[in-house]
């Protein structure tokens, strides 16, 4: 195996976390009005919420890997949504 089909491999197994994490990201910024201060530190908090999740995400997908044996399986996908949406739960109630 290449080193670039290698490294397609690994971004494609930890996909499913990155894009999760990015369409769960903007929920755990709290959106207020206000001026350019204040939107370059809601951009700066929704990337610290896509790094924290995309982080949390892949450790539940190498967790069913190693669990399960087998990577793309439906009880992993569905952990990964369950533990990332609780972790936007709590972030949300602090």
């Given at each position: 195996?290449?080193?670039?089909?290698?490294?397609?491999?690994?971004?494609?197994?930890?996909?499913?976390?990155?894009?999760?994490?990015?369409?769960?990201?903007?929920?755990?910024?709290?959106?207020?009005?206000?001026?350019?201060?204040?939107?370059r530190?809601?951009?700066?908090?929704?990337?610290?919420?896509?790094?924290?999740?995309?982080?949390?995400?892949?450790?539940?997908?190498?967790?069913?890997?190693?669990?399960?044996?087998?990577?793309?399986?439906?009880?992993?996908?569905?952990?990964?949504?369950?533990?990332?949406g609780?972790?936007?739960?709590?972030?949300?109630?602090?």
């Open positions: 195996m290449s080193v670039l089909a290698a490294s397609l491999h690994v971004l494609h197994f930890f996909l499913p976390a990155l894009v999760l994490a990015a369409l769960l990201a903007p929920a755990t910024v709290r959106w207020q009005s206000g001026g350019a201060r204040r939107w530190a809601r951009l700066t908090g929704w990337l610290w919420g896509w790094l924290a999740l995309s982080v949390l995400g892949g450790m539940v997908l190498a967790a069913g890997l190693w669990w399960l044996g087998r990577d793309g399986r439906m009880l992993t996908y569905a952990a990964l949504v369950g533990v990332l609780t972790a936007v739960a709590l972030w949300r109630s602090r």
